[in-house]
């Protein structure tokens, strides 16, 4: 049974720091690209960052420089590091894992982060 558990979210001041991390179990962690996803209230699940089998990042414009995506396949775990947290970053945030050269997704639960301003 795969699943991916995410944790870290919390309420936070603007301009401060979170740390979300997701545990993924039942997959072969190696193989799957890991990403961020979060989902504000009213809008569309957008991507925040991603990271490759070989650890290659990509984010969205409205986090480079402030979030940093990272992976330890020793503990199946990816992180996400949330600096200089805006109002608007305020979402619930999911992990998701894709197979390597397969259409196979599988989501977390999310968690929630709120950013007061």
């Known amino acids: 049974q795969v699943q991916l558990v995410e944790s870290g979210g919390g309420l936070v001041q603007a301009g401060g720091s979170l740390r979300l991390s997701c545990v993924a179990s039942?997959?072969?962690?190696?193989?799957?690209?890991m990403s961020w996803y979060r989902q504000a209230p009213g809008k569309q699940r957008e991507l925040v960052a991603e990271?490759?089998?070989?650890?290659?990042?990509n984010y969205a414009d409205s986090v480079k420089g402030r979030f940093t995506i990272s992976r330890d396949n020793a503990k199946n775990t990816v992180h996400l590091q949330m600096n200089s947290l805006k109002p608007e970053d305020t979402a619930v945030y999911y992990c998701?894992?894709?197979?390597?050269?397969?259409?196979?997704?599988?989501w977390g639960q999310g968690t929630q982060v709120t950013v007061s301003s």
């Open positions: 998701r894992a894709k197979r390597a050269f397969l259409d196979t997704y599988y």
């Open positions: 039942g997959i072969n962690f190696n193989y799957n690209f």
């Open positions: 990271i490759s089998i070989v650890g290659t990042t």
